[in-house]
């Protein structure tokens, strides 16, 4: 995916759908998506768009 939190767009549905079935699922990230630009307000309580990007990941991840 091109950023940390787009497990959720396209395939969200297949990760809850295997894991409602029992597979045990990983997800691995390899950047922080630091690279890119965000509006000042969503970075509010983050130091970076790193940390609010894996914030967003784990979040997901959580729901999913």
């Known amino acids: 995916m091109a950023h940390p939190d787009d497990e959720t767009f396209g395939m969200g549905g297949t990760l809850a759908f295997y894991t409602h079935q029992g597979a045990e699922i990983h997800v691995i990230c390899m950047t922080r998506g630091e690279v890119g630009e965000v509006t000042e307000k969503f970075l509010e309580g983050f130091s970076s768009i ?5 914030h967003k990941l784990r979040c997901a991840a959580n729901v999913l």
Request: no cysteine; aromatic share 0%.
């Open 50 to 54: 790193g940390e609010l990007r894996e």
